[in-house]
């Protein structure tokens, strides 16, 4: 059973450019979640999402970066434009429906580098 | 701002010796609260949960202590091991009606075992 599967583990991208990082949950999982890490720091919450459906986007930035989780295919994380505060690592983390909290599982993380 | 925080941002310790790695959260709604263990280059990878009606889970080699009257957390670790070198994690579940759970997570504790 593959775990939660993040494509492209690193991408560089120049500024003004477009970045979009893939998300595949484990089996059997229809939710999904992006957390953003800075260096040295902590994840922080962006988005929540079923399929097709955002459920909460209290962690976004109000522009450049958008999500979504088709009906078929993995949740992509768009950012356009991209500036070099947003070099960070990007992880993706699944749920299966009906979780209490304590099933969240994340995969290994999407880096980002903006030169 | 954050919910979760951490009282040491570093611990270094000798092989063989118990390691103690603290967390302060200040939301007393949280349902659950897990540790995560994060590697370099990796994603965080769940170590042991508690719920918030529990004082005292148990896993192999770890102990999660919660205490609900300070609102502190802590992980025990037995016998430290070299490969438990990594950034701790402390999150907090927080039910948002439905099956919506978030993970808040403070800024991690990077432990070091010495051999």
């Known amino acids: 059973n593959a775990g939660v599967m993040q494509n492209p583990r690193h991408l560089v991208r120049r500024r003004g450019q477009e970045a979009r990082l893939r998300c595949s949950p484990m089996?059997?999982?229809?939710?999904v979640y992006w957390y953003r890490q800075l260096p040295e720091e902590g994840l922080k919450f962006m988005v929540y999402l079923q399929k097709e459906n955002i459920i909460d986007e209290s962690g976004m930035p109000k522009e450049r970066f958008s999500a979504e989780f088709p009906k078929e295919g993995p949740s992509i994380l768009r950012i356009q434009q991209v500036v070099r505060g947003d070099s960070a690592a990007y992880f993706c983390?699944?749920?299966?429906?009906?979780?209490?909290?304590?099933?969240?599982?994340f995969g290994e993380g999407s880096w980002l580098t903006v030169v | 701002g954050e919910n979760v925080g951490l009282h040491l941002p570093t611990l270094s310790v000798q092989e063989g010796d118990n390691s103690i790695i603290n967390c302060a959260y200040s939301?007393?709604?949280?349902?659950?609260f897990i540790w995560y263990k994060q590697e370099s280059g990796k994603g965080p990878q769940f170590i042991i949960d508690i719920r918030s009606n529990m004082d005292k889970r148990q896993g192999q080699r770890v102990t999660v202590l919660l205490n609900k009257t300070v609102k502190h957390l802590s992980l025990q670790i037995a016998a430290t091991q070299p490969g438990d070198s990594a950034v701790y994690f402390c999150?907090?579940?927080?039910?948002?009606?439905?099956?919506?759970?978030?993970?808040?997570f403070g800024k991690g504790t990077l432990l070091t075992v010495n051999p």
């Open positions: 999150a907090e579940v927080i039910a948002s009606g439905g099956s919506n759970y978030k993970l808040t």
């Open positions: 939301n007393s709604a949280s349902d659950y």
């Open positions: 089996k059997g999982h229809s939710h």
């Open positions: 983390a699944s749920s299966p429906p009906n979780h209490s909290g304590n099933t969240i599982y």
